[in-house]
T-cell receptor
């Protein structure tokens, strides 16, 4: 069964450093997302991406964040200058289309720890 | 504004007994509703969804969920729990006329006791 894969599974970084989280969405999916979950809190939407541009983004997704689809398979989330409060589990997801009734498939997550 | 409430952080049930994981939602329009399950060290796995039509929807692993519009609820159920059902369960909602992103609840940890 096809699945969304994320690397690395765990990333530790120093405050102020840049990090790139990587995702390979399901191959025939066209709509991509990043969500995050701070420990003990709910899963929160960050950004959605379709047709090589951002479709929607939340208030969390400020200028420190960026997304890119550098090639036909990868989808990345970059945090330019990490803060302690960026520590969270980051989930990548993809869906076949952008219709609201279509379920998203999630990766296993990257746990980011900022020290 | 869209939101989801999962009133129970933890649900314990004996193996073989029926289980219910509760979810209520708030959207301005009509909802699309989803249940996801998260096993340790795994991503969120899709279980089932409600789009329209029959209020009782069936999903993976014998789970089902009942949409109740008047109570704005979408409780997850299973007639007979298995130890392997122990996991973290998330309810999520999208407004049919609003943004395409999912709004999640805080999750309910289900423990099935042998």
């Amino acid at each position: 069964e096809p699945e969304v894969t994320q690397t690395p599974s765990h990333q530790v970084t120093q405050m102020g450093q840049e990090v790139i989280l990587r995702c390979v969405p399901i191959s025939n999916h066209l709509y991509f997302y990043w969500y995050r979950q701070i420990l003990g809190q709910k899963v929160e939407f960050l950004v959605s991406f379709y047709n090589n541009e951002i479709s929607e983004k939340s208030e969390i997704f400020d200028d420190q964040f960026s997304v890119e689809r550098p090639d036909g398979s990868n989808f990345t989330l970059k945090i330019r200058s990490t803060k302690l409060e960026d520590s969270a589990m980051y989930f990548c997801a993809s869906s076949r289309n952008q219709q609201g009734n279509t379920e998203a498939f999630f990766g296993q997550g990257t746990r980011l720890t900022v020290v | 504004a869209q939101s989801v409430a999962q009133p129970e952080d933890q649900v314990n049930v004996a193996e073989g007994n029926p289980l219910t994981v509760k979810c209520t939602y708030s959207v301005s329009g009509n909802p699309y509703l989803f249940w996801y399950v998260q096993y340790p060290n795994r991503g969120l796995q899709f279980l089932l969804k409600y789009i329209t039509g029959d209020n009782l929807v069936k999903g993976s692993y014998g789970f089902e969920a009942e949409f109740n519009k008047s109570q704005t609820s979408f409780h997850l159920k299973k007639p007979s729990a298995l130890v392997s059902d122990s996991a973290l369960y998330f309810c999520a909602v999208r407004d049919q006329t609003g943004a395409n992103n999912l709004f999640f609840g805080t999750g309910t940890r289900l423990t099935v006791i042998p």
